[in-house]
């Protein structure tokens, strides 16, 4: 059985850093691309970033570029993703999620998610 296990989030103010750490279960893990999506009170879910099985491919959206950070460890079936400079507009309950497949449209890069967590709830509030 697949399964993904967020953990990591909590309260933090405005400019703070967080780290997030999914551990993976049920599933060769190495050889899987994987993602961090989030979804906002209200909102769709938004593809946060993405890297690859080998780590040497990555994708951040315009709205955590130059502030976030996707990591892998296969050897301990972990997906990390490290947040600084946090806005409250990061506010978000955050899932990790094996990727099947990612594509290019006239709107940009797309992925189609397989399996998720259950999600942390990520809060930037002062």
């Known amino acids: 059985e697949v399964q993904l296990v967020e953990s990591g989030g909590g309260l933090v103010q405005p400019g703070g850093s967080l780290k997030l750490s999914c551990a993976a279960s049920g599933f060769t893990f190495g050889s899987y691309d994987m993602s961090w999506v989030r979804q906002a009170p209200g909102k769709g879910p938004e593809w946060v970033s993405h890297i690859n099985s080998e780590s040497d491919s990555t994708y951040y959206a315009d709205s955590v570029k130059g502030r976030f950070t996707i990591s892998r460890d296969n050897a301990k079936k972990a997906l990390y993703l490290q947040m600084n400079s946090l806005k409250p507009e990061d506010t978000a309950v955050y899932y990790c999620?094996?990727?099947?497949?990612?594509?290019?449209?006239?709107?940009?890069?797309?992925?189609?998610?397989?399996?998720w967590g259950q999600g942390t709830q990520v809060t930037v509030s002062s």
């Open positions: 999620a094996t990727t099947e497949r990612v594509y290019y449209c006239d709107l940009g890069p797309r992925a189609d998610f397989g399996s």
